[in-house]
């Protein structure tokens, strides 16, 4: 069974980077589809990223476009999420979520939350001076 774990949130200043990890165990990432999705309080969860299992396809919320970079190495069976430019808007909890059905990740699609199986923990990101 598909384990995920997140890492690498904290506490940025506005302007700042930060790369998110969600590191997988009991499966290969590479045979996943996989989203990094960010909530805050009262509000849905929102699409930030994804990438397909082929890495061949990424796409960016439109919040998040030209800021954030996703990419994964599969030798360490990570995924990874590099958010430069950071403001104070980003400050949530970042998850990542895979799925290993239909290709889910596709340019200017809408890869839904619910479309994702396995889930980790979560990261808190906060953006603040």
């Known amino acids: 069974q598909l384990h995920l774990v997140e890492s690498g949130g904290g506490l940025v200043q506005p302007g700042g980077s930060l790369r998110l990890s969600c590191e997988a165990s009991g499966s290969t990432l590479d045979t996943y589809e996989i989203g990094w999705f960010r909530q805050t309080p009262g509000k849905e969860r929102e699409g930030v990223s994804c990438i397909s299992r082929t890495s061949d396809i990424t796409d960016y919320g439109n919040s998040v476009k030209g800021r954030f970079t996703i990419s994964r190495d599969n030798a ?54």
Not at 83 to 108: F, H, Q, R
């Open 76 to 129: 360490k069976n990570t995924v990874y999420l590099q958010m430069n430019s950071l403001k104070p808007e980003d400050t949530a909890v970042y998850y990542c979520a895979a799925d290993w059905g239909p290709p889910l990740c596709s340019v200017g699609g809408t890869w839904s939350p619910d479309e994702f199986a396995s889930w980790g923990q979560g990261t808190q990101v906060t953006v603040s001076s």
